[in-house]
């Protein structure tokens, strides 16, 4: 395993943890030296024990600095132990270090070093307690050091791998985004593929049977003289063409007519909206879209698009707001359009007033839904628009009068009264 690199809260605080450790066996050392020049030198060595773990090598540092650190901390911790009766107390400097050994190499050479401090208190627990009652110490002390080694992984292993998820959250949000994108584009291509096919279509239909009427009507015209019923024949033929060219084309230009956001997904034409209208007002428009819609037909799409649309140009026209918010929102029963802005607000009168306000409440009555246009809680218009979803019994779809409450949730981002 590599070594990965501790967030700097969990660095600044295994170093307080181990300047405290490193206080209290300091003062405890210097307060049971048998003889002051041993008080003094116990308190110095301490002093440069402490100095250079201030500088302790970075996880990214060659694996020779983490070496030459452990190695003179580790000469420091053993000459503790030599001046000092009571070594053991200097013993826990080594739990220390065997923090140190996980953070700085990986496990294998930490694992050797930690062997190492065992060894060096063992050495020590024999020559002051003998034969078996010093080794029988050394377990307990490298079970001691194996515990703060075993503590310090888990932390690298759980940075790490909070690391390595940050990085796959990142790039899954970046990949979403460009699908995202290039899902937007491809439904695009293929309405104006679409589009490109009906005028094909129409030059090979209409323009097949214009140029026959054409060629008819040249020969009725020569022969109107000479062969009055044969003409008036060709000319009852040629009314027929025109009459059937008519109908294609009526067809084809209510087609062509329609806004290209009509033939896209809901979602795809509502942020194509709401892009242009900042582009065009310099107002921002704060989205909440749902990520999964369910089956629309043509005639709930249109309808929510036109009451986003007129929404969004009456916000333009009369709002005199500097943000507004447009969220769409479903449930088991009913799809849920609601519109705002942070402007002037609007007066009782106004409320029925405009033939497009007129226009989509016919809409929404035509589709069994409703339209509510009224004050924005902190100020402001708000605009909700809701068509129940049809269900799968053949029955009309019906909103249930307990659901209109929803209607007046506050959106996100608004401010609150008071």
Not at 17 to 28: C, P
Not at 384 to 393: G, I, M, Q
Request: aromatic letters at 8%; proline letters at 5%; glycine letters at 8%.
């Amino acid at each position: 395993m590599s070594r990965a690199e501790l967030s700097q809260y969990q660095s600044r605080l295994l170093l307080v943890l181990a300047y405290v450790i490193l206080a209290a066996v300091a003062a405890a050392g210097a307060a049971n030296a048998s003889t002051p020049a041993i008080r003094w030198t116990t308190v110095a060595l301490s002093t440069v024990f402490g100095l250079i773990m201030a500088f302790l090598p970075s996880p990214e540092a060659p694996a020779w600095k983490a070496h030459l650190y452990l190695m003179v901390q580790t000469i420091l911790g053993a000459a503790l132990m030599y001046l000092n009766d009571d070594w053991s107390l200097f013993a826990l400097l080594y739990f220390i270090l065997a923090a140190h050994t996980m953070v700085l190499l990986p496990p294998r050479l930490g694992v050797s070093w930690i062997a190492g401090f065992s060894v060096i208190t063992g050495v020590f627990a024999i020559v002051k307690w003998g034969w078996p009652g010093g080794a029988v110490t050394v377990p307990i002390y490298a079970g001691g050091y194996s515990f703060f080694a075993i503590f310090a992984h888990a932390l690298v292993s759980a940075d790490a791998a909070r690391r390595e998820s940050q990085k796959l959250l990142d790039e899954l949000q970046g990949a979403h985004g460009k699908l995202q994108e290039y899902t937007a584009r491809i439904e695009e291509l293929v309405v104006v593929e679409e589009r490109n096919r009906l005028a094909r279509e129409m030059h090979d239909t209409l323009g097949h049977r214009l140029t026959v009427a054409a060629v008819q009507l040249e020969a009725a015209q020569r022969l109107c003289s000479c062969d009055p019923e044969r003409s008036a024949a060709m000319v009852g033929t040629v009314r027929e063409q025109v009459r059937e060219a008519l109908g294609e084309l009526r067809s084809t230009v209510a087609t062509l007519r329609a806004p290209i956001e009509a033939d896209l997904q809901l979602r795809t034409s509502l942020r194509r909206l709401m892009a242009h209208f900042e582009q065009a007002t310099g107002l921002t428009v704060h989205q909440l879209l749902p990520d999964e819609l369910p089956p629309l037909s043509t005639a709930h799409r249109l309808a929510l698009y036109r009451a986003a649309q007129e929404a969004l140009t009456n916000v333009q026209r009369h709002a005199y707001a500097s943000q507004a918010w447009l969220v769409l929102s479903t449930t088991d029963a009913a799809i849920t359009l609601l519109v705002s802005d942070d402007g002037r607000g609007i007066t009782h009168s106004s409320k029925e007033t405009g033939f497009g306000l007129h226009g989509l409440r016919e809409r929404a009555e035509q589709l069994g839904g409703e339209l509510y246009l009224e004050p924005r809680r902190g100020g402001g218009t708000q605009l909700a628009f809701r068509l129940p979803l049809s269900k799968h019994d053949g029955s009309p779809p019906q909103l249930d009068p307990q659901e209109r409450g929803g209607l007046h949730a506050p959106l996100p981002g608004e401010r609150k009264n008071g």
